[in-house]
């Protein structure tokens, strides 16, 4: 695959506050509006689709009304801490249509509603998943035990949860040899939150590894620069990689890592990937690039990194059966949306990562579990 030419691409993801600027100022208007009123407005909402029938239009009211308070609990239980009224003004028009149906079946139309509600706001977001990968090379040596590495991505620490103990926890089990993150410290809504900041600061100063912590910066607006560096100040476990190569040594296995910083723009960061494997890389070793989103693949691959290991697309978070992601903030779109690919000789995966999107977003995740990575690399047999 040869790289694309996204120089007249009218927007690169990632470089602004947010990919959908509208529908955050929409969403904190929507927020700000008093109780009784949002109140009045989904009543408006139910009578519609029901063409007033009042007995139906009031049904489908109360299920509207508890999708309020079951979002609006989510911070009050520790889940996540986002705004409750956007996502149920979303929810109440997704539905609306099914309120139109014969009356069982909108019945139970709205009872299934409710219940992935649930599932989606209170359950899948808490459940952090493992998976495991593994990846064979010739530029390693045969005999030598195989390079256990830890993939973790785009953490956006509201608050410290029962998802980040649960990552803090499985890490200390998995025992790996290197952690790996790939950027998005902290959520969009928080970059400036004291509070936040010392809940990551926790999170982070429980990854341990006998060959070291390496992480990149994520999306500018999110890992601004200005924030990071005292984010990691005295976490000196941890090595932040700036357009930087590291060796890693293990068991006399020479393995080079690269972490290049994100601008979401794949000319100016393919030319610092290329100065930087040209200058310090070896063609020879095995070699990891670490970087935020997957749109730098097919550069590197065509400059001969053997793994890149991305985030930024959270699988899409809320993902459809049999359809995926329904977006992922990437140049192409649904091609690297989550998981494993081969770009040539180059190994690709895609973490579905731990946070969630911020600012109005739903705090949601829907046959999207939050991902960490553990890999296995070895000798080719």
């Not at 009211?61 to 986002?82: H, Y």
């Not at 299934?112 to 952090?128: M, N, T």
């Not at 200390?172 to 600061?201: K, T």
């Not at 690709?348 to 553990?374: D, H, N, Q, T, W």
Request: aromatic share 8%; charged share 20%.
């Amino acid at each position: 695959m040869s790289p694309q030419d996204f120089s007249r691409a009218p927007r690169l993801p990632g470089t602004t506050a947010h990919p959908f600027d509208a529908l955050v100022r929409l969403a904190d208007l929507i927020e700000s509006l008093p109780a009784p009123i949002f109140a009045a407005l989904l009543f408006a909402l139910a009578l519609a689709p029901t063409l007033g029938d009042l007995p139906r239009a009031l049904g489908l009211l109360l299920f509207l009304l508890g999708d309020w308070w079951l979002i609006a609990r989510l911070p009050r239980a520790g889940k996540s801490f986002g705004p409750a009224k956007p996502p149920t003004l979303a929810l109440a028009l997704l539905r609306a249509p099914f309120a139109a149906l014969p009356l069982p079946l909108a019945a139970l139309a709205q009872l299934i509603g409710s219940a992935l509600v649930v599932y989606a706001f209170w359950i899948e977001p808490q459940r952090v998943h493992l998976t495991r990968q593994s990846l064979q090379s010739p530029k390693l040596p045969r005999g030598a035990p195989p390079l256990r590495v830890l993939h973790l991505s785009d953490l956006h620490v509201e608050r410290i949860t029962a998802r980040e103990r649960q990552l803090v926890a499985r890490a200390r089990e998995l025992a790996p040899d290197a952690i790996l993150f790939s950027g998005d410290f902290l959520n969009l809504s928080n970059i400036h939150d004291p509070v936040a900041w010392e809940d990551a600061r926790a999170i982070l100063r429980e990854l341990r590894a006998p060959l070291g912590v390496y992480v990149v910066t994520g999306s500018p607006p999110v890992d601004q620069p200005g924030i990071i560096a005292p984010l990691l100040a005295g976490l000196d476990h941890i090595r932040w990689l700036r357009d930087e190569r590291v060796t890693l040594d293990h068991a006399g296995q020479r393995i080079d890592l690269i972490g290049i910083t994100c601008t979401h723009d794949p000319e100016k960061d393919g030319a610092a990937l290329d100065e930087t494997l040209r200058v310090h890389g070896d063609p020879d070793d095995f070699t990891i690039l670490l970087y935020h989103t997957p749109d730098l693949a097919p550069v590197a691959a065509a400059q001969g990194v053997d793994l890149q290991l991305s985030g930024h697309t959270h699988g899409g978070q809320v993902r459809l059966p049999f359809f995926g992601a329904l977006f992922t903030s990437s140049l192409y779109g649904k091609k690297f949306e989550a998981g494993r690919y081969q770009v040539d000789a180059l190994t690709l995966y895609v973490s579905r990562g731990i946070g969630m999107e911020g600012k109005g977003a739903p705090r949601a995740r829907f046959l999207c579990p939050p991902e960490i990575v553990l890999w296995e690399i070895r000798a080719d047999r």
